[in-house]
DNA sequence: CACAAGAATGATAACGGTGTCATTTCATGG
DNA sequence: CCATGAAATGACACCGTTATCATTCTTGTG
């Protein structure tokens, strides 16, 4: 029972390992980021004895004088939403391979929320920072600027991003639903989505479906513009409140399958008729828009992409690589299905 | 310009706050942690001059010294499944008030991947680990065991946990679903979940449903277990095959409410009428379950719950009290629908 | 065989905080 | 006016790793 010191045996350091193998720590440094300056034998050495001992590095030590974390911070309005939690996941494993662990944040679709995540990740030295949306507050805009922390912003576009943007269209994604729905004759269209403060994705949205609106002689009536969660009930609801409060509306644009769903049980529940009495548009392309009845027409846009190229441009930065581009717009396309 | 040494003038510290409010650094870093032994109106002055030079505190360093790093590392299968998602989502929230953030790890149904994950998580001195299920690689056990970090294993229940469990009776639950079917007189049960491969909660499910169905009298019809992600496709996938193989079916367990979903929307598309030729019964109690038609039989449970009691033990365990208890099964129940 | 050039390894000093213990300051009462 | 103890502040070392530059060891070559 020879404890060095006092009773905190536990921690395995470089040092240890350098001197059971006689080496000196620096040596073992290298040796165990796999350094070509170490001759074979020694590193294959090292590494057994560091696998002997259970050594376990200290991230935070080297990242002290390194500078690198090896963490890329990505913060999104919510987890649970669908959308979001699968562009993480995509990005997850898009940077996974390369040795990233995804710091997350939840911005509650607040803007304030956000400048204090973004605030604790510049503390974290997080190597970049991803973030949803192009609304955010001067401080937030003036840390990442002066931070020269690589930044994507995803899911809308902007022409003068902070770093680099990826995402949607989305006033001519609302402005292509919308049309679409006038091209069918409807005039009283209701849109469902998500409430616009601080959420740019919304506002273009709803900016793009008003427009439209107003382009075709059409007018805007307030009632019919319903906010509320990314859920089935925001849809149900939205019907049951057209319904009791006897609104006439022959179409309805939801900013997302979820609560077109919402949208199109409720309708089937009250039998109204597809698309006859009122047609529905969607937002995503989700798996269930086809396999609803009666299937669903939506906006298609190749979710899954938008991870992707958000972990593409990221391992680009960190390689000090350019990004691909500036902006990066994956697209969309109308899906039209049968109710419409 | 009088860069003080090297081209590299951004990082402000504690010293530089310091040598501006005439200090020491250590009262600088104490002012900044809000410690009570430095007087009222230094901490203010300090708070300020910190403010005025936009220092952003460098978490890697304090780590070094006080092993504290106010990160949380959740590993989950799958980020994108919604179930996982809401409780990452609730994890975050309980404990993001306590200033700690979420470090998460998909391991993708992969035990290896998970030691990997582990591995990593311990070198970046996460202050505790959220684990999915209790099936691990001997070597993760090991290394959680050494490294004494606070554990926490949910979503399935264990007798022995490393640290504390939380989560639900896979198994009790399944036999509770197989015996709804078999009281409503089905004898030709059919089974569509997850890989059980890695997997415990699968495990535990299928276990029930066979233990049930053998205890019952019934066969059990390889065929009849059809195994899957967990997305609609699975659900609906399965119905296709069962038809078109001619296999004899009047009762499937889904177990989870969206795979259930595929199974009823595809039922209604073969216009197979439920529960007459074919009783369903899922797993989840998602929102989605009672909107459907017909409304959807399921295993309820507080899904919020599990997210919340984590974090509720993870802050009860971080803050050195004992957690509220070693294991706690937030229990279910069966809901009666249309679709039995 | 001496010597240059490269390969392999090492010594030293940070990196930016914080724990620990020491010191100074100040009000209070005898 | 000084002893006393609490309040406030400071000095120093160190956390575990890595960047930088220096040193030693090989090896091939004229």
Not at 131 to 139: C, D, E, K, R, S
Not at 197 to 216: F, H, P
């Amino acid at each position: 029972m020879t404890t060095s010191r006092r009773a905190k045996p536990e921690t395995v350091t470089i040092r240890d390992i350098a001197a059971r193998a006689d080496v000196s720590p620096i040596t073992v440094s290298r040796a165990l980021r796999g350094s070509e300056v170490v001759r074979p034998e020694t590193r294959e050495h090292i590494a057994r004895i560091a696998r002997e001992l259970g050594y376990i590095p200290n991230f935070a030590a080297g990242m002290l004088t390194s500078k690198v974390s090896s963490m890329i911070a990505v913060i999104v309005p919510n987890m649970a939403n669908s959308i979001f939690a699968t562009t993480l996941q995509e990005i997850g494993e898009g940077v996974g391979e390369d040795g990233y662990q995804l710091l997350i944040g939840c911005s509650d679709y607040s803007l304030e929320r956000e400048e204090e995540l973004v605030r604790t990740f510049l503390s974290r030295q997080t190597d970049a920072i991803v973030l949803t949306g192009h609304l955010h507050t001067p401080a937030t805009e003036k840390m990442l600027r002066q931070s020269r922390v690589p930044v994507v912003e995803m899911w809308s576009l902007s022409g003068a991003p902070l770093g680099v943007s990826i995402g949607v269209n989305n006033y001519d994604a609302a402005v292509t639903a919308t049309e679409h729905l006038i091209s069918r004759g409807r005039r009283r269209i209701a849109y469902i989505g998500g409430d616009p403060s601080g959420n740019d994705r919304a506002q273009a949205r709803i900016q793009g479906y008003r427009d439209t609106l107003e382009k075709a002689g059409l007018d805007f009536d307030p009632a019919l513009l319903r906010t509320g969660s990314f859920e089935f009930d925001t849809g149900a609801e939205a019907v049951s409140f057209f319904v009791e409060e006897g609104l006439d509306v022959d179409a309805i644009f939801a900013a997302s399958d979820i609560i077109a769903l919402g949208v199109i049980l409720e309708l089937n529940r009250r039998r109204i008729a597809m698309p006859e009495k009122i047609a529905v548009c969607g937002f995503d392309d989700a798996r269930i828009a086809q396999m609803v009845q009666p299937a669903l027409t939506t906006i298609k846009f190749p979710r899954r992409e938008i991870g992707q190229r958000v972990a593409e441009a990221l391992l680009a930065m960190l390689s000090g690589r350019a990004p691909p581009q500036k902006t990066c717009d994956i697209g969309y396309s109308l899906i039209v299905r049968e109710t419409t």
